[in-house]
């Protein structure tokens, strides 16, 4: 009875580890965006509040593609494209649990919990490789923007990418 169990358990182990290693990269694209969302689990802060994780994830990556085509659109000729490979995500604000108080965990935005990104990007125009580099983006400031406000999901951390792209790809096109 212990051998049986012992091989249960060690198949049960197997496909687990399997299950893993066959995890793929999400890849968001939308217009002239693409974006590859590299080792999801490694990342600093995506964490869900009030959802599924997984289905969080992938709202949050189709969000932060849409909103950063909508700049790349303005800049960008019709035949270049931007592509990204995020390795780390450090959403504004961080998530607290609520001791049962709520049924769900609390992400609370402070001045001191700053939206982060780290990525790798190059601008294609064609076939051929324009503009290239490596990021790590941190906004310090993202509480003290003037502006209208709103309401919008992820707004600060669109608002950071768009300024980067401002800042660093513009100028460069």
Do not use: C
């Amino acid at each position: 009875m212990k051998f049986q169990s012992l091989l249960l358990v060690g198949a049960l182990v197997s496909l687990n580890l399997a299950a893993e290693e066959a995890k793929e990269n999400p890849v968001t694209e939308t217009g002239m965006v693409k974006i590859t969302w590299q080792d999801v689990d490694s990342y600093r802060d995506v964490k869900a509040v009030g959802d599924i994780q997984s289905r969080y994830e992938q709202r949050v990556f189709e969000t932060l593609t849409k909103n950063l085509n909508k700049s790349a659109e303005k800049m960008l000729k019709p035949n270049q494209k931007l592509e990204l490979v995020v390795t780390d995500v450090d959403l504004a604000g961080d998530v607290r649990p609520t001791f049962g108080a709520t049924p769900n965990d609390i992400r609370v935005v402070k001045d001191i919990y700053p939206p982060r990104m780290t990525f790798s990007y190059q601008v294609l125009d064609g076939e051929q490789v324009v503009i290239a580099g490596d990021e790590k983006l941190r906004d310090m400031s993202f509480m003290h923007t003037t502006g209208v406000m709103n309401d919008k999901p992820l707004r600060h951390e669109s608002k950071m990418l768009n300024d980067w792209l401002k800042k660093t790809v513009q100028p460069k096109l």
